[in-house]
């Protein structure tokens, strides 16, 4: 299927997704107190990726479930005779490649879209891959023919969108400037939401539950859980590369985190010794299970305890960065700058127990 | 000048693959492990903070530090067996070959362990190995080939665990090569653990086994249950920064330094040992 139609000029595409970037690097940033935004060295601007060189990759995970890595966060992919359903979309530049990808395993028309979270760098190609898919409506307002016809590989039937679904607080803060980044463009708004602890869907003869995750990475995580398959992806809850990155301008926190963290870890269910079953897409990295989700959890669980011993000590933000209350986790997901750098996480850490007390 | 017969190469060459395919030496049987080799160290095991000998940077010292063995009664960790890099250590095992049918070659070998039923596969195919993103394992994903009567393997794709049994860690970014040297009925199995993130320098360790077809390898179910009641939701037991209860209990009971009980790569060389000696003695 050409997206020519719903494709907007490279160079805009292109600006939006810098300023997705921008803006997710932006996120720890403005949550901080405004003395210490005022004194704080500015965050390095991060390069615009050179969407030209990424290549998609696609790796099966079990049965009709895929995961799609390319820049930006991890895509899972679900497909059978009722359409495509994908979770997260990365980047709009990378909109054609990722379709491409998906025409190789499916021609089926793109139904659902699910977003974990609300940053660009999971809902950039929301409006490209909406529009490039149908969802069925009632009444016959977009044509069930037209519809038909896209599942062989015809056009999609003009002003047809696939649904765009995520907690209800992701549609509220993608229409909000924060950290002076503009709100995210129309057509990549949820055009479903839920409220409430999870929404039930049944899709491609499977069950697939999104749990809400309250004020965890952000204030509208949500995780999606397909049932049959036993895959859980999650977002940017868990990551494998990385300390938590938690978004204080859109409410995350390390409460949300662990809170969470450990939520996966009752729904996960080893096949034996510890491995397989369960299988974990992070929002970014490798693909997992029970053994990695619960030596991540051990590891926040275990700052977190540290920091909190030392905040019911008194120690300042000062004394305890000098404590290096993270060094043992550090060569593995430590880094220097960005959202995810240790010194951020600790900061933030710091900060929501020091508000918890 | 009289033709070469080709025939008679073609029969030379055949012979030669073949002689060099009968080569290959045949590591099928079961394996009984002897443990006389560091036997403090595996049976019982090391003591808390015992991490001599081992090249682990700071972050691993820390690491030891903060382990608490009560971590093993979490229902997340009673069934894991160990690492592929580990598990030379113990435990008796079935070697056996897998044989392409068409081809006849060696495709894979199959080790199977009896403690906590461990099992890996040595791809001797050469096939690609997964991408980095695929999911990872305790026995990793191991390539093998054989350097005259050696067997080499290198393995990637393993999941974080253990270096040694009391908290020191290895990542899930560290790679291994092994050797498999057969001399007769005995097997020496030599490993050489390269980790980024928690070695200064590789790590190298040895295992021998002695050749038992009578024995068999038992199977080893398992069953996660709840060993401590009333724990926390999300309790992860750890010891605080500095409130090791017995961070130099170990080195005091064997009139050890305690800059030698504490580890790192010095402490793996035999020079090391009359400084630790004489530091003792002052």
């Given at each position: 299927?050409?997206?020519?139609?719903?494709?907007?000029?490279?160079?805009?595409?292109?600006?939006?997704?810098?300023?997705?970037?921008?803006?997710?690097?932006?996120?720890?940033?403005?949550?901080?107190?405004?003395?210490?935004?005022?004194?704080?060295?500015?965050?390095?601007?991060?390069?615009?990726?050179?969407?030209?060189?990424?290549?998609?990759?696609?790796?099966?995970?079990?049965?009709?479930?895929?995961?799609?890595?390319?820049?930006?966060?991890?895509?899972?992919?679900?497909?059978?005779?009722?359409?495509?359903?994908?979770?997260?979309?990365?980047?709009?530049?990378?909109?054609?490649?990722?379709?491409?990808?998906?025409?190789?395993?499916?021609?089926?028309?793109?139904?659902?879209?699910?977003?974990?979270?609300?940053?660009?760098?999971?809902?950039?190609g929301n409006g490209n891959l909406s529009k490039a898919g149908a969802s069925v409506a009632g009444g016959n307002m977009l044509g069930p023919l037209a519809v038909a016809a896209q599942g062989q590989g015809g056009a999609a039937p003009a002003g047809a969108v696939a649904t765009i679904l995520a907690h209800e607080n992701v549609l509220t803060r993608m229409q909000e400037s924060i950290g002076g980044q503009p709100p995210a463009p129309a057509d990549s708004l949820p055009n479903v939401t839920y409220i409430g602890d999870w929404k039930d869907m049944f899709f491609n003869n499977e069950s697939i539950r999104l749990f809400y995750e309250p004020n965890a990475h952000t204030d509208g995580d949500s995780m999606v859980y397909f049932r049959r398959s036993d895959v859980l992806s999650v977002g940017d809850i868990y990551n494998t590369n990385n300390y938590p990155v938690i978004d204080k301008a859109?409410?995350?926190?390390?409460?949300?985190?662990?809170?969470?963290?450990?939520?996966?870890?009752?729904?996960?269910?080893?096949?034996?010794?510890?491995?397989?079953?369960?299988?974990?897409?992070?929002?970014?990295?490798?693909?997992?299970?029970?053994?990695?989700?619960?030596?991540?959890?051990?590891?926040?669980?275990?700052?977190?305890?540290?920091?909190?011993?030392?905040?019911?000590?008194?120690?300042?933000?000062?004394?305890?960065k000098a404590a290096k209350p993270t060094i043992d986790y550090d060569p593995r997901y430590g880094s220097g700058n960005g959202p995810g750098s240790t010194d951020r996480f600790i900061e933030i850490v710091y900060n929501d127990l020091k508000a918890a007390k | 000048m009289r033709k070469p017969n080709r025939s008679a190469i073609a029969a030379a060459l055949l012979l030669l693959a073949s002689s060099s395919a009968m080569a290959e030496v045949d590591l099928s049987g079961v394996w009984n492990v002897r443990l006389h080799e560091d036997l403090p160290e595996r049976i019982p095991g090391p003591d808390m903070a015992e991490f001599h000998g081992v090249p682990i940077n700071e972050a691993n010292r820390a690491r030891g530090l903060a382990w608490d063995p009560s971590i093993l009664t979490l229902e997340e960790y009673q069934c894991r067996p160990h690492p592929s890099d580990y598990f030379t250590r113990f435990s008796p095992e079935r070697i056996w070959k897998e044989i392409d049918s068409e081809t006849q070659q060696t495709k894979g070998i199959h080790i199977r362990k009896e403690w906590q039923a461990a099992e890996r596969t040595i791809w001797m195919d050469g096939r690609e190995r997964p991408p980095a993103y695929a999911v990872h394992s305790w026995q990793g994903f191991s390539l093998g080939k054989w350097e005259g009567d050696v067997l080499a393997v290198e393995t990637t794709h393993l999941k974080q665990s253990y270096v040694r049994r009391n908290g020191l860690a290895r990542s899930d970014i560290a790679t291994t090569r092994e050797h498999y040297i057969r001399h007769g009925d005995y097997l020496t199995i030599v490993a050489v653990i390269h980790d980024p993130a928690y070695l200064t320098e590789s790590f190298i360790r040895s295992s021998d086994y002695a050749l038992d077809n009578k024995r068999n390898i038992a199977p080893y179910p398992c069953d996660p249950v709840v060993e401590i009641v009333g724990q926390p939701k999300g309790y992860v037991p750890h010891y605080m920064p500095g409130k090791h209860p017995s961070e130099f209990e170990y080195a005091d009971r064997y009139n050890l330094s305690h800059e030698a009980a504490l580890g790192g790569a010095q402490t793996a060389y035999p020079e090391f040992m009359e400084k630790a000696l004489a530091a003792k003695k002052r």
């Open positions: 299927m050409s997206m020519n139609r719903n494709t907007v000029s490279k160079a805009k595409v292109a600006a939006l997704a810098v300023a997705a970037i921008l803006g997710a690097a932006s996120v720890a940033m403005a949550a901080q107190p405004a003395r210490q935004n005022r004194n704080a060295p500015a965050a390095p601007a991060p390069q615009a990726p050179n969407f030209d060189a990424v290549q998609i990759k696609v790796l099966p995970i079990r049965d009709n479930i895929y995961m799609l890595v390319g820049q930006g966060g991890n895509i899972t992919l679900q497909v059978g005779d009722d359409g495509v359903l994908i979770v997260d979309t990365q980047f709009a530049p990378l909109s054609d490649k990722i379709l491409t990808e998906i025409r190789k395993i499916s021609k089926a028309p793109i139904r659902f879209i699910i977003n974990t979270h609300g940053h660009g760098d999971h809902t950039g859109r409410a995350g926190s390390i409460q949300g985190v662990l809170k969470a963290l450990n939520h996966m870890l009752e729904i996960t269910i080893p096949k034996d010794r510890q491995e397989g079953g369960t299988l974990v897409i992070p929002g970014h990295g490798r693909l997992s299970d029970e053994a990695d989700l619960a030596e991540y959890r051990d590891m926040v669980t275990i700052i977190h305890d540290r920091i909190k011993d030392m905040v019911d000590r008194g120690l300042t933000l000062e004394q305890v | -």
